[in-house]
């Protein structure tokens, strides 16, 4: 059996097909980045149907990706070919390398061309750990869930959904001059990286306030920039030298109002993606930002 890795989007999917097609480029694109930055050895990375394949045994990878915007989950997974026989064998090879006291199967076929439906691949897969080994199923609570996706010729076999940030590939929106003094300025920025907003990343203070974004800045053309003063004139003059269609900063908990207004005649648009964000939600996006693997 073949080791890959299965990564899945969310929102890209809901796009039109032209629009789709740009966004999983840009995605893949990203995902290369981020491997070789991290130094990451893989063979390729595919476009499948509503899935990316990466071509990596390497155990880091489910980390780094879940730091690539657009990406909904990752999965380490045995890579078969597409049949019953086989995801039974691969199923309980898994089942008895974890040897949990209950289980269930969670089948989806992503193509339609295998001729079992999900359900049936479950009972059959199910049925057979079983018999093999006794184990209790459990489709409420079990210890250990194994996912099966099925994709044309191919089947994979995971057991572990690691979660990404979602949203859209980074780079497919308008460039974004992100003012970063805070952490309420850090979500900021992180939340318009997560609408697909390049960023140019700017503070006045010291670079180890800003540098926790580095983590998720694969496919961003601009590093961090420090600079002496962020008055209108000088915010003004970035925004012209970087062809910016926006500027973003931090609003939970502050007046930003007046700042707002006082950027109005600068000639884009002012964001504050986080202002009115609810509480849990802001300590989320914090956590995620400022944790280290």
């Known amino acids: 059996m073949k080791t890959v890795w299965i990564v ?25 980045e981020a491997l070789r930055t991290e130094n ?18 390497d ?14 989950s990752i999965s380490m997974a ?33 193509t339609k061309e295998f001729p079992l439906t999900s359900l049936e691949i479950n009972r059959i897969v199910g049925e057979h750990i079983v018999k093999e080994t006794g184990a209790k199923v459990d489709l409420k609570s079990p210890e250990l869930t194994i996912g ?3 994709l044309g010729e191919k089947a994979y076999i995971y057991t572990d959904r690691i979660p990404g940030p979602g949203g859209l590939p980074l780079g497919v929106e308008g460039r974004v001059l992100a003012l970063v003094e805070d952490e309420s ?35 961003n053309k601009f590093d961090i920039m420090l600079v002496e ?6 915010i003004s003059k970035l925004v012209n030298d970087f062809k910016c269609l926006g500027i973003c900063f931090g609003g939970r908990g502050k007046d930003f109002l007046p700042m707002i207004k006082d950027l109005g005649d600068v000639g884009v648009p002012v964001y504050t993606p986080d202002a009115f964000l609810p509480d849990d939600m802001y300590l989320e996006v914090l ?4 944790s280290i693997d």
């Open 40 to 57: 990451i050895m893989y063979k390729g990375v595919k476009n499948l149907w509503s899935r990316v394949l990466v071509e990596s045994t």
């Open 78 to 110: 045995y890579e078969i070919k597409a049949s019953i026989e086989n995801m039974k064998k691969a199923a309980l090879k898994v089942f008895k390398r974890i040897h949990p006291r209950s289980f269930k199967i969670d089948a989806r076929r992503i």
């Open 229 to 234: 003063r962020l008055d209108k004139k000088k």
């Open 148 to 150: 099966i996706e099925v």
């Open 185 to 219: 300025d850090l979500v900021a920025a992180w939340l318009m990286m997560k609408r697909g907003c390049e960023i140019v990343p700017v503070t006045t203070r010291s670079i180890d306030v800003i540098s926790p974004l580095r983590r998720f800045m694969y496919g």
């Open 287 to 290: 956590k995620r930002i400022i």
């Open 59 to 72: 155990e880091n990878v489910g980390s780094i990706l879940s730091r690539v915007f657009g990406i909904k």
């Open 8 to 32: 899945r989007y969310g929102e890209i999917g809901t796009k039109s097909e032209g629009i789709r097609k740009m966004f999983i480029e840009r995605l893949i694109k990203n995902i290369e």
